[in-house]
């Protein structure tokens, strides 16, 4: 199925911060496509090859890595963007983010992305931004978790003298 590119409007939350221009660069590279329930946009552990944006939909992100109980961290949905920062940092994804039902996506390929970073440095203030609203929400997420007692902080060292 064949919807209209990103390029026309700021519709997430990184096309948002970046010049039409840079839009436009991208757009020429985007894959719009639609993916049923249950599609693994992002998988823990495994290196994305596409930076994905989530232009209609419901996702679901899980911690999943280190053991076999998944733990929700929430739900998401249009102008999310997913892999920013194992595509920026080269470390590879700590979450699952599974479509909950039919979800309309973009991808853009690793290596365009990472070229027009390299091209145009000031595109990485715009990922900037978003990796830091991520970690404000992820944050968020870990307090929320820690006061209901789902999840546990790790005892601190005995100070030594």
């Known amino acids: ?96 983010v599974t479509c909950m039902e039919s979800c309309s996506i973009t991808t853009v390929p690793r290596d365009v992305f990472l070229a027009l970073l390299k091209n145009n440095p000031q595109a990485y203030f715009a990922v900037a931004k978003v990796l830091s609203s991520d970690l404000q929400i992820a944050d968020r997420i870990l307090r929320g978790n820690t006061r209901r007692g789902t999840l546990r902080p790790r005892p601190r060292p005995a100070k030594t003298v």
């Open 1 to 96: 199925m064949n919807t209209p590119p990103l390029q026309s409007e700021a519709t997430n939350e990184l096309y948002e911060m970046l010049s039409p221009q840079l839009r436009g660069e991208l757009a020429r590279f985007e894959q719009v496509r639609i993916v049923p329930a249950g599609t693994h946009l992002i998988s823990c552990g495994v290196p994305p090859e596409h930076l994905v944006i989530v232009n209609a939909g419901k996702v679901e992100i899980t911690l999943n890595c280190s053991s076999r109980h998944a733990a929700s961290l929430g739900y998401s949905g249009a102008g999310k963007v997913f892999g920013m920062r194992a595509l920026v940092s080269g470390e590879l994804p700590e979450v699952d």
